[in-house]
């Protein structure tokens, strides 16, 4: 079983900086595949950057060059920085790992944070 555990939202205005923390409580190792995705209301969710097994950054074109997704394999987590934000970029966070084998490791299904309200006032 996991657990993810999202922190960091909040309210800033535009131009301003977010740093988003998604901690794994469970057995992850450095190769899972992990991301992060958002949804504002009436929209669907999306992907905002994720970590491939192989460790590479794939971000959504309307984020690349202003948010930085990174793994911290000795404390479990997963961050997104954020900056430059618009209010576009308003909506719940949310964290997400990917089911699949990772090493002898099985993960039969996707698992998700509870998500975090990030607002951008202009």
């Known amino acids: 079983q996991m657990q993810l555990v999202e922190s960091g939202g909040g309210l800033v205005q535009s131009g301003g900086s977010l740093r988003l923390s998604c901690t794994a409580f469970?057995?992850?190792?450095?190769?899972?595949?992990m991301g992060w995705y958002r949804q504002a209301p009436g929209k669907q969710r999306e992907l905002v950057a994720k970590?491939?097994?192989?460790?590479?950054?794939n971000y959504a074109d309307s984020v690349k060059g202003r948010f930085t997704i990174s793994r911290d394999n000795a404390k479990n987590t997963v961050d997104l920085q954020m900056n430059s934000l618009k209010p576009e970029d308003t909506a719940v966070y949310y964290c997400?790992?990917?089911?699949?084998?990772?090493?002898?490791?099985?993960?039969?299904?996707?698992?998700w944070g509870q998500g975090t309200q990030v607002t951008v006032s202009s």
């Open positions: 469970g057995r992850i190792f450095s190769i899972n595949a």
């Open positions: 997400k790992h990917e089911r699949g084998r990772y090493g002898s490791t099985y993960y039969p299904r996707d698992y």
């Open positions: 970590l491939t097994s192989g460790g590479i950054g």
